[in-house]
């Protein structure tokens, strides 16, 4: 896909620390702001937080903890197949690869990357919105001919979109970084999905309801500040 990119913007390094409890926080000329998925992590629902615990006592803490662990490996493993055909370091000619995480790019590459992606201006881009939030985005470009931020999911499971809030909240906020750093319009947010059993979905938000995650977003950042200012009263 080296032919669709287009390096047009100079994209800003940030550092990355994770503190004892296992927060995230990025820090770019001397402004440290948390993670995106901090942000969303420390100000989940108490519906969604029982819902968890509900799941972790279901099928017992130890084996939550595996199925945990073995979804986070698969998810980065799917990843960097995709960072790596996106950047034209390989091509995914499975042959006979049983490797589940590259036939899971494959899927995503050919049900939409290969048919929608018109440009690329970045991959594992690091975002920043100070005072506010950062984070890494998988994906920034043209999608379907409009200037989109790109999130790549492996789930376990098929999705609704009523449950994947925090995704489209995620790709609001790098939206909104980059639109802030860089002077662009993005108003779209993909999120491509494939699971074990290879089955692709495929989630857009734009426009009013792109604005509507955004503004949720920003109210999620509130909240969080609201709790970090608790912490030391």
Same mark, same amino acid.
């Given at each position: 896909?080296?032919?669709?990119?287009?390096?047009?913007?100079?994209?800003?390094?940030?550092?990355?620390?994770?503190?004892? =409890?296992?927060?995230?926080?990025?820090?770019?000329?001397?402004?440290?702001?948390?993670?995106?998925?901090?942000?969303?992590?420390?100000?989940? $629902?108490?519906?969604?937080?029982?819902?968890? =615990?509900?799941?972790?006592?279901?099928?017992?803490?130890?084996?939550?903890?595996?199925?945990?662990?073995?979804?986070?490996?698969?998810?980065?493993?799917?990843?960097?197949?995709?960072?790596?055909?996106?950047?034209?370091?390989?091509?995914?000619?499975?042959?006979?690869?049983?490797?589940?995480?590259?036939?899971?790019?494959?899927?995503?590459?050919?049900?939409?990357?290969?048919?929608?992606? =018109?440009?690329?201006?970045?991959?594992?881009?690091?975002?920043?919105?100070?005072? $506010?939030?950062?984070?890494?985005?998988?994906?920034?470009?043209? #999608?379907?001919?409009?200037?989109? &931020?790109?999130?790549?999911?492996?789930?376990?499971?098929?999705?609704?979109?009523?449950? &994947?809030?925090?995704?489209?909240?995620?790709?609001?906020?790098?939206?909104?970084?980059?639109? /802030?750093?860089?002077?662009?319009?993005?108003?779209?947010?993909?999120?491509?999905?494939?699971?074990?059993?290879?089955? /692709?979905?495929?989630?857009?938000?734009?426009?009013?309801? /792109?604005?509507?995650?955004?503004?949720?977003?920003?109210?999620?950042?509130?909240?969080?500040?609201?709790?970090?200012?608790?912490? #030391?009263?």
């Amino acid at each position: 896909m080296q032919n669709i990119w287009n390096q047009k913007f100079n994209y800003k390094s940030i550092s990355r620390v994770t503190d004892r =409890n296992g927060a995230r926080f990025y820090s770019c000329d001397g402004n440290k702001v948390p993670s995106v998925t901090t942000i969303l992590d420390k100000t989940k $629902s108490q519906k969604d937080r029982d819902s968890l =615990n509900s799941w972790r006592e279901k099928v017992g803490y130890v084996e939550a903890s595996k199925i945990s662990k073995a979804s986070m490996l698969r998810g980065d493993k799917m990843h960097k197949h995709l960072e790596d055909v996106l950047h034209g370091k390989q091509e995914l000619d499975l042959g006979e690869s049983l490797e589940i995480e590259k036939q899971m790019s494959q899927v995503i590459v050919d049900n939409a990357l290969s048919k929608y992606l =018109n440009e690329i201006w970045g991959c594992e881009t690091p975002l920043f919105y100070p005072d $506010s939030h950062a984070g890494t985005t998988d994906l920034c470009g043209l #999608y379907k001919n409009k200037e989109s &931020i790109i999130d790549f999911k492996s789930s376990t499971k098929t999705k609704r979109k009523e449950w &994947i809030t925090d995704y489209f909240l995620q790709t609001s906020a790098y939206a909104l970084a980059h639109n /802030f750093q860089y002077n662009t319009h993005i108003t779209q947010g993909v999120i491509l999905i494939c699971t074990p059993q290879l089955e /692709f979905q495929e989630f857009i938000i734009t426009d009013d309801e /792109f604005l509507y995650y955004q503004n949720k977003f920003k109210e999620r950042v509130e909240q969080y500040k609201a709790l970090d200012v608790k912490k #030391y009263e």
